[in-house]
């Protein structure tokens, strides 16, 4: 497996405001995922973020709202822009490990008021 | 009809009972079957990970995959308070190469 680390463990943010999670892992990896998590709700992917290219993104997300950076193979940002109390979730870093399935990092709990 | 379907619980057991865990899917495509346990405050860890139908041993658990019933299947044999989690069903169609698609979970109380 890989060690995951993100950071902020958490945060309480003001509306109209933006923040940035970074992800950190402690080896190189070539794939990188962000997820969502609302209360009571699934895990939601965001965007796959592939070192080298540009983040790809799922329906219902988009880059404006959700940039995203993958400047090397150890380390990936997602920003959380404009935020609104919707935006309060649990937001998860996964990355491959071996060519097969994908482990998480802790999540950054995020909570806008 | 949702893509997966996963009973939210909660499931309450007493300690040393064998406990199943279900999802149900309907996207043929998907190929690869995982299960995740996660604790509160934490980050999702990976349990049991299988892309063929049939049963799939690790310790105490065993995954279960029916792909004619789009079913899957995660037994816990002897139980243990330890195991109280949230358990999350996950599949793909790419292995390693795509996003997953997550069931809601399962809470699990196992009583001392």
């Known amino acids: 497996s890989a060690v995951i680390s993100q950071k902020p463990s958490r945060d309480i943010c003001q509306r109209g405001t933006s923040l940035t999670i970074q992800c950190q892992v402690d080896?190189?990896?070539?794939?990188m995922f962000w997820y969502r998590q609302q209360p009571g709700q699934s895990l939601t992917l965001i965007a796959t973020a592939n070192q080298g290219s540009e983040a790809t993104y799922e329906s219902g997300f988009v880059i404006d709202k959700f940039p995203i950076s993958r400047p090397n193979l150890t380390f990936s940002t997602l920003t959380v822009s404009n935020m609104s109390p919707e935006d309060s979730s649990i937001y998860l870093c996964s990355v491959v490990v071996r060519g097969e399935t994908q482990y998480f990092g802790p999540g950054t709990r995020l909570l806008v008021l | 009809q949702k893509e997966v379907e996963q009973d939210p619980g909660p499931l309450s057991v007493p300690e040393g009972a064998i406990v199943s865990l279900n999802c149900t899917y309907s996207?043929?495509?998907?190929?690869?079957f995982m299960w995740y346990r996660q604790y509160s405050r934490k980050g999702p860890e990976l349990l049991m990970y299988?892309?063929?139908?049939g049963n799939k041993e690790d310790g105490r658990f065993t995954a279960q995959v029916d792909k004619s019933s789009k079913y899957i299947s995660l037994f816990i044999r002897d139980s243990q308070p330890s195991d109280s989690a949230t358990y999350l069903c996950a599949f793909n169609s790419g292995g390693g190469a795509d996003g997953l698609t997550f069931g809601k979970g399962t809470h699990l109380i196992i009583q001392p």
């Open positions: 299988t892309y063929s139908s």
């Open positions: 996207n043929s495509a998907f190929q690869y």
């Open positions: 080896s190189q990896v070539t794939m």
